[in-house]
């Protein structure tokens, strides 16, 4: 029976991770706000995944086959707004030092186990590439872009100086049915179905122009999967290939709720963050070649998940 760590397991790629690898028999543990599961145990000891000894004893100890790495201190312009030293200080002991407590761990006490480490597209920053694949430069300008990239660089050298199996899986953006409110796909699917319900007339957006290469959640976790099955580690861009924009998202799901999007959404500019002015599309052509993956839904069907999924949620209240 492998087994598997999965940090984040309770986040949207975490539940689909689990569920991916549970059908698959792993013998897994998840570790998601200092709480450590086990899918045989039940609840284990609290861990902090930034306190080394802790987590040496952990991979010590249980030596997983794989180890999946999906914690992140990700801020939207929807949450309560940290000051930019404290977010800083955050994200760098979440998305970059935690991670080197396991890659580190993994080098003194389980060499085989083959790491994966969850980055993403913001790490490319404003970019003369219109389209990016694993040579466009690295060029992050938003705090979890450049923890990200730290992050990025700690597999290289753990990969280059030690012959640790250390992956990384540059994530475009991804939703499903468990996206948080907080994210923009999710406010629109949320907001437009309570205006179909009579509960709100208007969706505020900060612009309708920016494009996204949107995917959906359970092929980019299967991606992520694949990408550890290989005899190499490497780096690979997961994403759909393809951009809509903001406008193309909202248009479609209110034709799906039969409602004309026009007279219920409103432009409030503030809302656009630094990381909303990037338009990013990804090259996936070395992950498909290397293992095969497709992506299984369009961006058509991914509207009909989400809008569906939120309908059916509303219904059993």
Not at 202 to 230: H, M, S, T
Not at 281 to 302: D, I, M, P, Q, Y
């Amino acid at each position: 029976m492998s087994k598997a760590i999965i940090i984040g397991h309770t986040g949207q790629d975490g539940n689909y991770l689990w569920e991916l690898l549970s059908a698959k028999n792993y013998e897994l543990i998840g570790v998601s706000s200092n709480l450590v599961l086990s899918s045989k145990e039940g609840d284990l000891a609290p861990l902090d995944i930034k306190n080394f000894n802790q987590v040496e004893t952990l991979v010590k100890n249980f030596r997983p086959d794989e180890l999946y790495y999906l914690a992140a201190i990700h801020q939207s312009s929807s949450d309560k707004q940290m000051e930019e030293g404290e977010l800083f200080q955050k994200s760098i002991d979440i998305n970059s030092k935690a991670f080197v407590n396991f890659l580190e761990a993994a080098r003194l006490h389980s060499g085989k186990t083959k790491l994966f480490y969850a980055a993403s597209s913001h790490i490319f920053g404003e970019t003369a590439n219109p389209i990016q694949d694993e040579t466009t430069p690295l060029n992050p300008n938003c705090i979890y872009g450049i923890t990200k990239t730290m992050g990025i660089r700690a597999c290289h050298f753990y990969r280059d100086n030690y012959n640790i199996f250390a992956s990384v899986g540059i994530f475009y953006n991804h939703e499903s049915p468990l996206r948080a409110s907080k994210y923009v796909s999710k406010k629109i699917v949320e907001t437009a179905i309570a205006i179909k319900l009579g509960l709100k007339d208007k969706l505020i957006l900060g612009n309708l122009d920016q494009r996204v290469d949107w995917g959906y959640a359970p092929d980019y976790v299967d991606a992520a999967y694949r990408i550890l099955q290989l005899n190499l580690p490497g780096d690979f861009i997961i994403s759909s290939g393809t951009t809509h924009s903001i406008q193309d998202f909202t248009e479609e799901v209110f034709a799906n709720l039969g409602l004309d999007w026009k007279r219920h959404v409103e432009i409030n500019p503030n809302l656009i963050t630094k990381k909303q002015k990037q338009n990013l599309t990804g090259n996936n052509r070395k992950l498909k070649n290397a293992t095969g993956w497709e992506n299984s839904v369009t961006f058509s069907g991914l509207i009909k998940i989400l809008v569906n999924a939120e309908l059916n949620k509303n219904a059993a209240k």
